[in-house]
């Protein structure tokens, strides 16, 4: 498993990530030799805001120094992996260099529109030789060569010699990976020509607003990891995933070839509501009203259908369909649909009840109810416009927890695992449900001031036994709650350390200067201040650590915070007088050992840190082998592994993993078929989670052990008192 996984990297996988925004319009349309006037106003209206102390929390001057930090970030934006642009290029642009500061300071965008034609034109030629290493005899895999995927440290390929050469290891690659799956030759060939093709289609069809915001973005990467200039339509996408709704049909859309096709039907939207879509489904024309002309949208940008689809509520919209079994060029149908506002529930809290089992030494089983976060957040617009009806992170989770009490259960998770963070204030509101009254961070800004921010209600939500659940993808308003929590002494926290972002962004809309009406010139999320934990301590850096640790998913090294060469350090402030409910410090020693105890037999968490450890070890290569017997070898361990994994899970009547039987296919997600993708992906959400169980486990022990040890649970718990009520 671990191993394809690692396989699955490619030259194509690596430059889909690089963040160029939009992709893909088949209109070709040429990038403007000039820049239009919005753009020269918005580079000056960015660098204005981004160096003034009155809106950026670290503002830096727009000098050599900088010129060079933007210069080397807008080419890593552009070929971050190294496989387009060769050190002739780069040794072309360097007059550029000096002079960066002032291109955004002016608005003079000449030099990045040159240097991103350039990379269209080194994208197409690098394709078409890729292209073209399909029809000759280069897949022999009995050697010892290898594919050297992590080109991040490598220096730029000397000549197009040089590039010739990686590319073709590349390719290879993804034959070999096609090969072990079975796929024939003529079918390999078909199928990586296509991604190809597809590749050099979606960089061709970029627009200058694309090399605008890569440019724009490369100067605010250099003031601060999160400070980012957003042009007006993924402002919206911004707002729009903040709100958890949108208005329009209700149907996840994905690009496939030239084709947008229907993903997924949202439950209770106008296309599923009408009964006349399935997951598969592809729209060839759109067509506004009763009466607009139908446009044919094939060919065109996955965002751009996006935004024809879309619409105010009560409006209606015209598609062109053509069924998923059917071929591309049947006759459509023709379906009105008539918009509506959508909620975006799977992206809600969520919960579920995890019991867990008595000792053998005897007892009662625990149930341990469990929240699941994805992220903190709010309608922003809704909470101004709609007299008190808005979507609410910490709303979500008070129904939950009423209903938890209703239960009468032993406690509560709140997994925040991967929970990115989002609204500031949901994260007030969240940690206000469990401790009564408070300080729950402090707010420092560019000028030194520091203002307080906490729950000012009286009473909570949950009163009893309480485990917050982190990794390190567990960033800024998560972070702000798991520290407070431990601040508070209020629950457990348990997993990995967490992200380490410890600053505050705002979204400053940039129409508000030349007092534009409508949105001409984008929005910028820009950070303003850095948060402090009520003990005074910052995020910033080193995270929340966990009571009790789990192993190690990804090192501090490959991602979090502590990655960014110019994130902020981590400091301390002076403390602000707030309670603590428990001191859990008296209680982990026996919980790490009943932990350790219990994970040794836990088959599902030996197989989850296992795999822990092997993916670790692969990602360490930062190669793969391209000798078939040996990958061969590797598929068939890592099959077989999964296929006894299984087998005992059966003979010890666990839970069966829904994806146990599924090997590199060595497709990328647009070439599968989507139908069939969409349902194991909701299939992977009822993997076993031997991370969660364990978690809610570790509650039951300490509510155990507090119950049935009076003396220990006047050391944890000294006051005793709510919120806090551990014992019973």
């Not at 929340?544 to 902020?568: C, H, K, M, Q, R």
Request: a neutral charge; charged letters at 30%; zero cysteines.
């Amino acid at each position: 498993m671990n191993l394809n996984r690692i396989a699955s990297v490619s030259l194509i996988a690596l430059v889909l990530a690089v963040p160029l925004g939009l992709m893909a319009r088949a209109d070709g349309i040429a990038l403007p030799g000039t820049p239009t006037a919005e753009q020269v106003t918005t580079s000056k209206l960015v660098y204005g805001l981004l160096s003034d102390s009155r809106y950026a929390y670290r503002p830096r001057p727009l000098d050599a120094t900088m010129s060079t930090e933007i210069f080397d970030k807008y080419l890593e934006s552009l070929d971050g992996a190294k496989l387009f642009f060769t050190a002739q290029d780069i040794a072309k642009f360097q007059p550029y260099k000096a002079g960066m500061g002032d291109a955004v300071r002016n608005g003079n965008l000449d030099p990045a529109y040159t240097i991103f034609a350039l990379y269209q034109q080194r994208v197409a030629d690098r394709i078409a030789s890729a292209r073209g290493l399909l029809k000759q005899d280069i897949f022999d895999f009995t050697g010892s060569d290898r594919w050297e995927y992590d080109r991040e440290d490598a220096p730029w390929a000397a000549d197009a010699a040089a590039l010739d050469a990686l590319w073709r290891q590349s390719v290879r690659n993804d034959w070999l990976r096609l090969k072990l799956a079975g796929k024939k030759p003529d079918e390999i060939r078909k199928t990586l020509d296509r991604r190809y093709l597809n590749l050099a289609n979606s960089v061709a069809a970029l627009k200058q607003e694309d090399a605008f915001q890569t440019f724009l973005n490369a100067y605010t990467a250099t003031v601060d990891p999160h400070t980012d200039y957003l042009n007006p339509r993924a402002a919206k996408l911004f707002n729009q995933s903040m709100s958890l709704s949108l208005e329009g049909i209700g149907a996840q859309l994905q690009k496939q070839d030239d084709v947008v096709v229907i993903r997924e039907l949202i439950a209770g939207g106008p296309a599923a509501l009408s009964g006349k879509f399935k997951p598969g489904d592809r729209i060839v024309g759109v067509g506004q009203g009763a009466s607009g002309a139908m446009e044919d949208v094939v060919g065109w940008r996955l965002d751009d259908v996006v935004e024809k689809i879309k619409g105010p509520k009560d409006t209606q919209v015209r598609l062109d369909v053509v069924p998923g079994e059917a071929t591309l060029d049947s006759k459509p149908v023709r379906i009105v649909l008539t918009r509506a506002r959508i909620k975006l529930e799977e992206q809600a809290a969520k919960s579920e009840v995890i019991t867990i089992p008595a000792p053998a030494e005897g007892g009662v089983d625990k149930r341990i109810g469990v929240i699941k976060l994805p992220a903190f957040y709010q309608d922003f617009e809704g909470r101004r416009t709609r007299n008190g009806e808005y979507t609410s992170a910490s709303r979500d989770v008070a129904r939950q927890l009423q209903q938890f009490r209703a239960d009468k259960l032993d406690g509560v998770v709140l997994d925040l695992r991967n929970n990115g963070g989002g609204s500031l204030n949901e994260a007030i509101e969240l940690t206000g449900l469990f401790i009564d009254k408070g300080p729950v961070v402090q707010v420092r800004e560019s000028g030194g001031r520091v203002s307080v921010e906490g729950d000012r209600t009286a009473g909570v939500s949950w009163d009893g036994p309480l485990a917050v659940l982190i990794n390190r993808g567990s960033a800024s308003a998560s972070e702000i709650f798991a520290g407070a929590i431990q601040d508070y002494g209020r629950g457990l926290v348990i997993g990995e350390t967490t992200f380490g972002k410890g600053t505050v962004q705002n979204i400053v809309p940039l129409d508000r200067w030349p007092a534009n009406e409508g949105d001409r010139y984008g929005h910028v999320k820009l950070t303003i201040a850095q948060f402090f934990l009520p003990g005074g301590s910052s995020t910033q850096n080193k995270g929340v650590v966990p009571d009790i640790a789990f192993p190690v998913t990804v090192d501090a090294s490959e991602f979090g915070e502590s990655t960014y060469d110019n994130a902020l350090e981590w400091r301390q402030i002076a403390a602000v007088p707030h309670q603590r409910y428990g001191d859990f410090a008296p209680l982990l020693p026996k919980l790490e050992a009943l932990h350790a105890a219990r994970v040794a037999t836990d088959k599902e968490f030996v197989w989850w840190s296992a795999d822990v450890a092997e993916f670790r070890a692969e990602r360490e290569k930062k190669y793969v082998s391209l000798n078939e017997a040996e990958r061969r070898a590797e598929r068939d361990r890592d099959d077989a592994k999964r296929k006894q994994r299984q087998e005992e899970r059966k003979t010890l009547g666990l839970a069966l993993d829904p994806l146990a039987d599924r090997a590199d296919d060595g497709l990328q997600a647009s070439e599968r078929n989507i139908a069939e993708d969409a349902a194991r992906e909701k299939a992977a959400e009822k993997r076993p989670d031997p991370q969660l169980r364990e978690s809610a486990a570790i509650l039951a022990d300490a509510v155990r052990l507090l119950n049935h040890d009076r003396q220990l649970s006047a050391q944890v718990l000294p006051e005793s008192k709510a919120p806090g009520r551990w014992t019973q």
